[in-house]
């Protein structure tokens, strides 16, 4: 009978430990698709690769970005592990599934540790983004530093 009794008061204070007194409800999505990642070519984690991706943030409510991880321009260049590209939201035109953005011209964030640090002497000019959440593909080209970068591939939704 203690046996019993132990067995039913250990049992009780597991239920106890495992309950939970919050809401187990799941917070609402604003928007099907907050954020939308490039394809990584050998898989893996975007939090360890240091292979280059592109993280693109203009789905929500929030601030519209196109993050860059792990980008370098020319070969000589140590990679940036993330740089910001603000999107003035009444420049993304959304058709569909298709998002279009053109910039003249727009200051990008380097982020260096926990700070970011605008880099206004490297201005991005002539930015021309495309990102097809139906076909899962983006094209991204601007000037950057005196250079003109062009990319595309699949999308990560």
């Known amino acids: ?23 187990d409800e799941p917070d609402p999505i604003i928007d099907p698709v907050e954020g939308v990642y490039s394809v990584l070519s050998g898989g893996g984690s975007y939090q360890t690769t240091n292979e280059k991706f592109y993280h693109f943030d203009f789905f929500g409510s929030k601030d519209r970005n196109v993050y860059i991880h792990n980008i ?19 420049k ?15 200051v990008p964030y380097f982020l260096s540790g926990t700070v970011e ?6 201005k991005i000019t002539n930015l021309d983004l495309t990102v097809d959440c139906g076909k899962k593909t983006y094209q991204i080209s601007f000037t950057c530093f005196g250079l003109d970068f062009k990319d595309s591939g699949a999308l990560k939704l």
Do not use: W
């Open 117 to 122: 640090i605008p880099m206004d002497a490297r």
């Open 72 to 90: 370098k321009f020319v070969e000589a260049m140590p990679a940036q592990k993330q740089i910001r590209i603000p999107i003035d939201p009444s």
């Open 1 to 23: 009978m203690k046996k019993f009794l132990l067995f039913v008061m250990i049992f009780a204070a597991a239920a106890v430990a495992f309950t939970s007194c919050g809401n």
């Open 92 to 106: 993304l035109v959304a058709t569909g599934d298709v998002y279009k953005v053109h910039l003249d011209e727009v």
